[in-house]
């Protein structure tokens, strides 16, 4: 849980959330703590990469699965790219749904007209 709430920090650091988001960020972590006895075989982190054709990786967003909820509703904010490719609120709530039901691995890979690429992965 260190790292996720250095992760949560960096990200106020780097101005990319609020104070204020970021500590409901630290609360959730810390509630779902207390809620969830993660074992070993628990997926731990979503994984949103945008990736431009021969180009390195545009966006590169890794949110612990314990705040995928909070991830999901706030991907659009940081990833407008998302909806360029394709990929609505609706669909951000059956990912949700599929990661809440076991599913692990890529869950999504798309390209778009431009050969911009988006990638989910929950590992």
Do not use: C
Not at 6 to 22: H, R, S, Y
Not at 43 to 58: A, G, N, Q, S, Y
Not at 91 to 119: C, F, R
Request: net charge negative; aromatic share 2%; proline share 3%.
């Amino acid at each position: 849980m260190f790292e996720e709430k250095k992760q949560i920090l960096k990200m106020v650091e780097e101005n990319k959330i609020t104070a204020e988001e970021g500590l409901s960020l630290l609360n959730t972590l810390e509630e779902n703590e207390e809620v969830e006895d993660i074992d070993q075989n628990t997926p731990k982190w979503l994984k949103i990469r945008v990736i431009e054709p021969d180009k390195d990786t545009k966006v590169n967003v890794n949110v612990p699965i314990s705040l995928v909820n909070i991830g999901m509703k706030m991907s659009h904010k940081f990833v407008p790219e998302l909806k360029d490719a394709g990929l609505d609120e609706n669909d951000l709530k059956e990912i949700l749904e599929a990661i809440k039901d076991g599913a692990q691995g890529k869950i999504v890979d798309i390209e778009s007209e431009n050969g911009e690429k988006v990638e989910i992965i929950v590992e």
